[in-house]
């Protein structure tokens, strides 16, 4: 049986200590996650900078013929460390194929950030908001993941284009809805945590018209709400969770799941490990 220690190097973390003596002048080094890389992006046709945080299998090297499919994560920025830090767990279980891990962030303050996600995750521009021409500019932000991405990711690194897979949370969840629903084949399989799916999102709407074409819908789709989140957000999200088993999509496997006990913040962990162990399942080891 595999030592315990073993889960802590499939995660990526890794630790050195520099000077942790009392009244050492040296300084402490910082935490580096194994295997990963930080790639910064040409300014995209959006006019936006995008970094790549990419974690690597722990085998990447040693299997020079090996090929890998990929998670594409919104908020790279926020989000890389803690999917990096599940991983290993659910590798050690078989839940998982090895995969490669790929961050969309930017290469710009956190105060930044928040204001370009929504630019970048919204298909629509926020009411009222001072900055409203800035946001809601979904369909531009997935034409540079599909042309500009995506594209690099698989000239880069040995990619199994054959299958990958879109996670986000809140209006990263948004977003990962939006592209489902406007360019479905793009990826096989889709993680929302929490998505902000209201009536002013425009989901709704860009749901309905995908109904009406009576398209089927050929991937996985797991999505969450959390109990303790404000109501009418988590209310919007089971109107969409029952909307989508109404609709009976045909292809589309599907899973749902309210977070007990947790907020809009804190669902994160849960869902997103349910979510990539539900997405990537036609890939997992066999027992």
Request: with cysteine.
């Amino acid at each position: 049986m595999k030592s315990i220690l073993g889960l802590f190097a499939l995660s990526c973390l890794v630790f050195t200590l520099r000077g942790v003596g009392q009244g050492s002048t040296e300084p402490m080094a910082h935490y580096v996650i194994a295997t990963s890389q930080l790639r910064n992006l040409p300014r995209s046709a959006n006019g936006h900078d995008y970094q790549l945080l990419v974690a690597l299998p722990s085998d990447y090297d040693s299997a020079p013929s090996k090929r890998y499919p990929v998670l594409y994560a919104c908020d790279g920025n926020w989000s890389f460390v803690l999917l990096c830090g599940m991983y290993g767990g659910l590798l050690y279980d078989k839940a998982i194929p090895e995969y490669i891990l790929v961050g969309i962030g930017y290469t710009a303050s956190d105060a930044e950030i928040g204001k370009l996600r929504l630019d970048d995750y919204l298909p629509r521009p926020i009411k009222n908001d001072k900055e409203e021409r800035e946001t809601g500019h979904a369909a531009e932000f997935l034409n540079v993941v599909q042309s500009e991405i995506i594209p690099y990711v698989e000239r880069e690194y040995r990619v199994d284009p054959s299958y990958r897979v879109l996670a986000g949370g809140s209006a990263g969840g948004l977003f990962t809805l939006y592209t489902m629903f406007t360019r479905p084949a793009l990826f096989q399989g889709y993680v929302a945590v929490s998505p902000g799916v209201n009536e002013r999102s425009g989901l709704p709407q860009i749901e309905a018209s995908f109904a009406k074409e009576k398209r089927a819908l050929p991937v996985r789709l797991f999505m969450s709400g959390a109990s303790e989140d404000e109501p009418s957000f988590l209310k919007s999200i089971q109107q969409m969770n029952t909307l989508l088993r109404e609709r009976n999509y045909q292809g589309l496997a599907y899973e749902w799941r309210v977070v007990q006990g947790q907020g809009h913040g804190g669902t994160g962990p849960e869902s997103f490990a349910r979510g990539i162990r539900f997405a990537f399942q036609p890939l997992a080891p066999k027992h």
